[in-house]
């Protein structure tokens, strides 16, 4: 047994061990299927110390994961998800299923996170961010096979690594998940929050339009870190608890670059500026916001329709880049554009919650009834879609959409994109839809064919 100074007992002999620093997975487990021995681990990333891995654990989780996978029908790529809540032995154990390569050809394998029972809420908190990430891991290890099965395993070790200090940067520098006081932020008090005399409302119009059309996916970058986590605290106010957990507060960047699949997160100007790689910000499963507080600069990718299309060539570049062993080149001019847009529904936000009395409750009232009206705009918008297209079957023209832009009041372009940006987190998929005779129209001229899959079931 290959042991790196973790001082597990009762290992499997063939298993080899390394360690990682994490302090939610006591285990990462590799394993797959062989079709005379049945399931058997591969590989095994020691963690904490609150689950003893033993021989018996890790018998039970390779098995349990494997079995009555061989007679699923499952498309090259396809990633499936198992999460296992195992009370007597205090412990849960979530696995991702896919299609690799043995020595013997194409089989059955599956990457297990085991956890103590006592995180099972942390888990679920990050388990936004996780699942994004672990299907990004599962890509590469997948091509990793392909250029190098028997080395493919240890140079598979950087990326569990990688995965497990994003997640120890999350939680050491967490956001609130529950409400943050409003006096924390540029709504509140004056009184208490003098810092937020320093944004006029032209800015903050601008800043908060382009959070919610990235879908609460921003970043802020700064010289002071109490300047950037005020300005997050504040975008903080238009997400999800579940969001906010899937956040961190303001990293120096000399420790700390842009992390793929967070919502909102902060980095600190160093000597050398910021760090933010294009590869990243390109491949990230939403567009991005990025906001300079002190030029006062508000830019963002592409919109979100574009973004959803562009993504996924962008992530083959890259992986076949791996493949190849050639030192990624992405673009990075016009990587971010100047966003100028103030939408009407957040110009009379702002201006609302300004005539408001200074007490924290009224505001934080008026902030979640302003979130209501957007996401019942989203939902109407839907049910259009839904009535328009007959459930998904038909494709929606044009003349719908101004229609139903009309019928929605979203004459505004910065409005119409924060409503679509609220519709596709609600159903996953219905914008690359509503798109699909512009994008059709659009690939037919370049010799392509774009196709999605329905979003109604």
């Not at 990624?328 to 971010?336: A, E, M, S």
Request: neutral net charge; hydrophobic residues 40%.
């Amino acid at each position: 047994m290959a042991t790196e100074g973790n001082g597990k007992e009762n290992l499997r002999s063939t298993i080899s061990t390394t360690a990682i620093c994490s302090s939610i997975f006591s285990g990462v487990l590799l394993s797959y299927w062989d079709n005379i021995l049945g399931p058997r681990s591969q590989k095994l990333w020691v963690g904490n110390d609150k689950i003893k891995i033993t021989a018996d654990i890790i018998s039970f989780v390779s098995s349990h994961t494997l079995n009555g996978e061989l007679c699923r029908i499952r498309e090259e790529g396809q990633t499936d998800t198992k999460f296992y809540v195992l009370s007597d032995r205090e412990c849960i154990f979530f696995a991702s299923i896919f299609l690799g390569t043995a020595k013997a050809g194409q089989t059955i394998y599956s990457l297990a996170f085991i956890i103590a029972l006592e995180d099972l809420n942390r888990f679920l908190q990050l388990q936004t961010f996780l699942n994004k990430q672990i299907e990004t891991i599962v890509m590469k290890f997948r091509v990793l096979q392909e250029k190098n099965l028997p080395k493919s395993v240890n140079n598979f070790s950087i990326h569990i690594e990688r995965l497990a200090n994003a997640v120890e940067l999350i939680q050491k520098n967490k956001l609130p998940i529950q409400d943050i006081l409003i006096g924390c932020t540029i709504f509140g008090n004056k009184e208490k929050a003098d810092i937020g005399k320093l944004y006029d409302s032209k800015f903050l119009m601008r800043v908060i339009t382009s959070h919610l059309q990235t879908s609460g996916c921003t970043v802020v970058v700064g010289t002071r870190e109490d300047h950037v986590n005020f300005v997050l605290n504040t975008l903080a106010q238009f997400l999800t608890p579940s969001e906010r957990a899937c956040s961190r507060y303001a990293i120096s960047s000399e420790d700390c670059s842009y992390e793929r699949h967070l919502f909102l997160q902060g980095l600190l100007k160093g000597t050398n500026g910021y760090d933010i790689e294009s590869k990243d910000v390109l491949i990230n499963s939403l567009p991005t916001t990025l906001i300079d507080i002190d030029t006062r600069e508000v830019k963002q990718t592409s919109e979100l329709r574009l973004h959803l299309t562009t993504r996924f060539e962008f992530l083959r570049l890259y992986l076949n880049q791996i493949l190849e062993g050639e030192a990624p080149v992405f673009p990075t001019k016009g990587l971010f554009n100047d966003c100028e847009d103030i939408a009407i529904m957040v110009q009379t936000f702002v201006s609302e919650i300004q005539l408001l009395p200074d007490i924290d409750s009224v505001r934080e009232r008026y902030i979640k009834n302003f979130l209501c009206l957007l996401n019942q705009k989203a939902t109407t918008l839907i049910s259009y879609i839904h009535a328009k297209s007959l459930r998904g079957v038909d494709v929606i023209s044009l003349d719908d959409i101004r229609k139903m832009r009309i019928d929605l009041s979203l004459l505004s372009e910065a409005d119409f994109q924060i409503v679509l940006a609220q519709a596709e987190k609600n159903r996953p998929g219905i914008v690359p839809f509503l798109f699909k005779t512009i994008t059709r129209y659009e690939s037919s001229e370049q010799g392509a064919d774009m196709n999605f899959p329905p979003f109604f079931r």
